[in-house]
């Protein structure tokens, strides 16, 4: 079995700075693709970032881009600039086992291996 466990959540004010990590587990896990999730109060799980182990080639959701960088060396990061409170949220990572297009691995459904989750709160 497989385990993702995040790990750099807490609390921060608007305009900082936090590193997300996600670490596999038990068997070796050679994912297609990693990536990163997160979840607020009353929202959908939505996508955030993710990176293709091959190639690392990464992608980002629009909110993001610009201020967050997706990373990996045996663990994955997530490095998160200048913070908004609109970036509070439970952060997950999730890996994908099989080949999917980039655009499918922004969807929750096509990821076979979650972490716990990891909050990250925003705040003055």
């Known amino acids: 079995q497989v385990q993702l466990v995040e790990s750099g959540g807490g609390l921060v004010q608007p305009g900082g700075s936090l590193r997300l990590s996600c670490a596999a587990s038990?068997?070796?896990?050679?994912?297609?693709?990693m990536g990163w999730f997160r979840q607020a109060p009353g929202k959908e799980r939505a996508f955030v970032a993710l990176?293709?182990?091959?190639?690392s080639n990464t992608y980002y959701a629009d909110s993001v881009k610009g201020r967050f960088t997706i990373s990996k060396d045996n663990t994955m990061h997530l490095q998160m600039n200048n913070l908004k409170p609109e970036d509070t949220a439970v952060y997950y990572c999730?890996?994908?086992?099989?080949?999917?297009?980039?655009?499918?691995?922004?969807?929750?459904?096509?990821?076979?291996?979650w972490g716990q989750g990891t909050q990250v709160t925003v705040s003055s």
């Open positions: 999730a890996g994908a086992s099989s080949s999917y297009h980039y655009t499918q691995l922004m969807v929750p459904k096509w990821y076979d291996k």
């Open positions: 990176i293709r182990w091959s190639d």
């Open positions: 038990g068997r070796t896990f050679s994912p297609y693709a």
